[in-house]
């Protein structure tokens, strides 16, 4: 195989997981040199240089402004987007506003770094990871995100690969990444509902697979419901606990919170499989005295459900949406896969079940399934797999306008792609010599709907009457769902310059430089 | 077969082409050669030439003589190429020199519709060659084969088909030619025809898939269904569809819209002899009288932009209606003359009647422009009735 092994990432909002094919064609789950098979997408910048992982979480006690956990949910958004508004008002870190409306992370003052740059060291980790199993380098990779993602958003998780050193063979949709490593693949036809509750989102997709061929067809979601909120859900009521029990108010010392929320992490985590458990932190406060204060509780099953239940009626909305937008009912579902750690909880599995009228199957390893499904793609694209083939479309229409006029679709949200559509205009006046435009995606007319992803320029057009120059502008979204343009005049046929005035994301040439300084930083 | 085999011939330099008519037809028209199917004296037969610029030359002909050959599916035959006049000759010869620059737009009946219409299904999927030499050439020939066709038979389904159907030959066809299938070759070149192929296959089910809902035969097929507003006419239709065999000559010089020139790019555009098509070429296929009546109706309300796009909609059904193209154009000019954009609109008019000399609205709205510089839509909705 040319130029490296390749690896299968599940780049997730709170924890990544790494996984390769073996040579007995059997996946492996890569692990952390703790021997965990998860990577917290945590990176701590200390003075010292940054450490990512299941250490930088001290981080979160000792820095919190300069330890960036979720920065996935960053990743090519724009800074006045109102998730980001709201993000920005409940996470520890400062976010600001980059050069060209992107959100970017501000560490200390005069110190901003995009979050590309953040799961690139995350992806560097996990590449390093792969290096140590195969013995060899690593420099591809096929990365799974979110099937709703966006075009700024999937060139955001490429150029974070780049900078990792990783050339990104496919970006795989999280939804068929379940799917295929689920097995779908081996299996009858069937019609699938994916649910995946992980660390910070709930994404939900319906997809068919017939025949070997993968279709995504609706995709919903509620970015900020996961196992995070449940354990928060769970400290908030265990710190009422300690104000009742205890008669002291720890709600304002980080750490305290810091540890109740690592016990009550832990206590979910067993009430998963027992009805009850004993939670117990040792040293929870210690007093001016210098006496530690010990706090220990019994934990039943219906208590951290009765406080998680107005996160869990949270489940059923995007159930129900991703339903109405392939015009299915529940019937037509055939089987329903649970994806996630978060999906190990059985008031999970007892709410979706109850949202979509079915048991949902049981998997062995919900937090690895995608990485699984990823691997596979690996092993698909270098032909080791045959007869599977994922059809992927359009997750939103990309539309584009000319002079500050209205936007005008161009490919319909849905089109298979890969897919090519054309518009064409003219000169407005006589010698015009460029033409400008915007690309947005969205469908809607009118702009400020829609995602502006770049202002482009045809330039040197030949010297002609106004109106006889008709630029023919094609637009076409390749295999992994890239956007490319191409121009030509329409009277003569001729390849027409493409000049580029805007653009969301990182520029190439800085990506370009990064990739540098990461490779050569230790 | 009554409409005759369509043989296509090759030529990769401007010197074949030379030898083609300076030594391998004999006294001006006959050519003799090996073809692999039976035959019979009379047959007809359509030579497509095509030259290194991917320009094809389709050349009618008779069957003067056919001997099978013993032991074999092979026949020789002696073919009279009836449509190889001076005017082809000299075309072929200007085009040699590199000076061509055709200025009639040649009236070109569409290509003929694949002889086998293929329903692909998963069982037929088709072994690709391991040699990737001969991989890049069959996509090389498949793309240059489908660009060529209208949208349903890129799918190599009827017309009519229903939903079923048509997602059942898409799925089989891009069993075949996904590029992810060829991703294990690591040669760009073969990726991205299988990309461009499969483009032409999405494309061809996008728009069925659109056509199949505006017609009201299908709710919903796969996800979401939403109308691109008013694309423009496939692309390779405009290069290849326009002119009118009805009156060629009339044609000739006279309209300098933007059909006036081919378009080389990107489509292969068939250049076919105007006195050609002996045998009734599926232009003349008219249909899709509903959606016209519906057009016309939003036209004559002064909506140009539905109009546009229901007309769209009806054009991948009845891609060789000229009646129903000249009218999408004639809307979109009115949409461009909405917007106050007269010669935008006027190369619409000039397209609209290049593509059907008898579209008398067209005719009739821009010989309004060029009296008065303008025109008054409200008043001259009339005509659409």
Not at chain 1, 314 to 326: K, V
Not at chain 2, 166 to 177: D, F, I, K, Q, S
Request: with cysteine; hydrophobic share 40%.
């Amino acid at each position: 195989m040319k130029g490296g092994r390749a690896v299968g990432i599940d780049l997730g909002t709170s924890n990544s997981v790494a996984a390769v094919i073996d040579k007995d064609g059997r996946p492996r789950i890569l692990t952390t040199a703790e021997g965990a098979t998860m990577l917290p997408s945590v990176v701590w910048f200390t003075n010292d240089g940054p450490i990512i992982g299941e250490r930088a979480r001290d981080g979160l006690d000792f820095s919190p402004d300069t330890t960036i956990f979720g920065a996935k949910r960053l990743l090519g958004r724009r800074f006045d987007h109102p998730e980001i508004k709201k993000l920005a008002r409940i996470l520890p870190y400062d976010l600001t506003e980059a050069p060209n409306g992107d959100t970017w992370i501000q560490l200390t003052p005069g110190r901003t770094i995009s979050p590309e740059e953040v799961c690139a060291l995350v992806l560097r980790e996990l590449r390093t990871m792969a290096e140590a199993h195969f013995g060899e380098p690593v420099t591809r990779a096929v990365i799974t995100i979110p099937a709703w993602y966006d075009a700024a958003q999937r060139q955001a998780t490429k150029d974070a690969a780049q900078i990792a050193g990783l050339a990104v063979l496919r970006l795989l949709s999280e939804p068929t990444a379940a799917a295929l490593g689920h097995g779908a693949h081996r299996g009858a036809n069937r019609k699938y509902l994916v649910c995946d509750l992980g660390g910070g989102t709930f994404d939900c997709a319906l997809v068919d697979v017939e025949g070997g061929i993968f279709e995504v067809l609706a995709t919903t979601g509620d970015p900020f419901l996961g196992g995070d909120d449940v354990d928060r859900a769970a400290v908030e009521n265990l710190v009422r606990d300690v104000r009742t029990t205890k008669g002291m108010d720890i709600s304002t010392d980080a750490v305290a919170i810091e540890r109740l929320r690592i016990a009550a992490q832990r206590a979910k985590h067993e009430l998963s499989s027992s009805t009850s458990t004993t939670l117990h932190v040792p040293e929870l406060v210690q007093l001016p005295s210098g006496r530690n204060v010990e706090y220990s509780r019994a934990l039943r099953r219906d208590e951290i459900e009765l406080w998680s239940s107005p996160l869990l009626r949270r489940l059923d909305p995007p159930i129900r949406g991703a339903l109405e937008q392939a015009k299915r009912k529940r019937e037509d579902v055939e089987d329903v896969l649970l994806v996630g750690g978060m999906t190990r909880m059985p008031a999970v599995r007892r709410e979706i079940a109850k949202a979509t009228g079915r048991e949902p199957s049981a998997l062995d390893n919900p937090e690895e399934v995608v990485a699984v499904g990823a691997a596979l793609e690996v092993a698909r694209l270098e032909g080791t797999i045959e007869g599977v083939l994922l059809i992927d479309v359009a997750a939103r229409g990309l539309s584009i306008s000319t002079s500050g006029g209205d936007c005008e679709l161009v490919i319909a949200q849905s089109s298979v792609i890969p897919t090519r559509e054309h518009r064409v205009f003219g000169t407005r006046a006589d010698n015009q010599a460029r033409v400008e435009f915007d690309l947005w995606e969205g469908e809607s007319p009118e702009a400020d709907n829609n995602r502006h992803l770049g202002r482009y320029a045809v330039v040197d057009l030949p010297e002609a009457p106004a109106g006889d120059v008709l630029v023919l502008l094609e637009l076409t979204i390749d295999t992994d769902g890239t956007v490319r343009l191409g121009a030509t005049e329409l009277v003569s046929g001729e390849r027409l310059q493409l000049e580029q005035i805007f653009h969301a994301g990182l520029a190439r040439a800085d990506v370009a430089r990064l990739a540098r300084q990461l490779a050569e930083s230790p | 077969m009554a409409a005759g085999r369509t043989l296509h011939v090759r030529c990769a330099t401007w010197e074949q082409v030379d030898a083609f008519h300076t030594r391998k037809l004999r006294r001006g028209k006959l050519l003799s050669m090996k073809v692999p199917f039976q035959t019979q004296n009379g047959a007809q037969v359509t030579l497509g030439l095509e030259l290194p610029n991917g320009v094809v030359v389709a050349i009618d002909g008779n069957v003067l003589k056919a001997s099978p050959i013993e032991g074999d599916s092979k026949t020789w035959i002696e073919v009279e190429l009836v449509g190889f006049t001076e005017e082809v000759l000299a075309r072929l010869r200007s085009m040699a020199k590199g000076a061509e620059q055709i200025v009639k737009p040649a009236p070109a009946p569409p290509p003929p519709p694949p002889s086998k219409p293929r329903v692909a299904t998963s069982s037929n999927v088709v072994e690709q060659p391991s040699d990737e030499r001969a991989l890049f050439q069959q996509l090389t020939g498949e793309l240059r084969r489908l660009r060529q066709l209208a949208v349903h038979e890129v799918l190599g389904v009827s017309r009519d088909a229903d939903a079923e159907t048509v997602r059942v030959a898409w799925m089989g066809l891009v069993r075949r030619h996904h590029p992810d299938l060829v991703a294990r070759h690591n040669a760009p070149a073969i990726t991205h025809l299988a990309e461009e192929l499969t483009i032409l296959l999405n494309r061809a089910y996008d728009r069925l898939r659109v056509a199949l809902v505006a017609e009201g035969r299908a709710t919903t097929i796969g996800s979401t269904l939403q109308h691109p507003s008013g694309w423009l006419v496939g692309f390779e239709d405009l290069s290849s569809v326009d002119g009118s065999p009805v009156k060629p000559r009339s044609a000739s010089g006279s309209r300098p819209g933007i059909q006036g020139t081919p378009v080389p790019a990107p489509a292969a555009p068939a250049v076919t002899n105007a006195n050609a098509a002996p045998t009734t070429p599926p232009s003349n296929v008219q249909g899709g009288e509903a959606f016209e009546a519906r057009a016309r109706a939003m036209l004559l309300e002064g909506d140009a932009n539905t109009a546009q796009e229901v007309l769209a909609a009806a054009l991948c059904v009845y891609p060789r209606s000229r009646p129903l193209r000249s009218l999408y154009y004639v809307a979109s000019a009115l949409a461009a003359i909405y917007k106050g954009e007269m010669m935008l609109a006027t190369s619409q008019l000039e397209t609209a009647l290049a593509h059907y000399n008898e579209c008398n609205e067209a005719a009739t709205i821009l010989e309004e422009i060029r009296k008065h510089g303008h025109v008054r839509v409200d008043e001259i909705k009339g005509i659409f009735r």
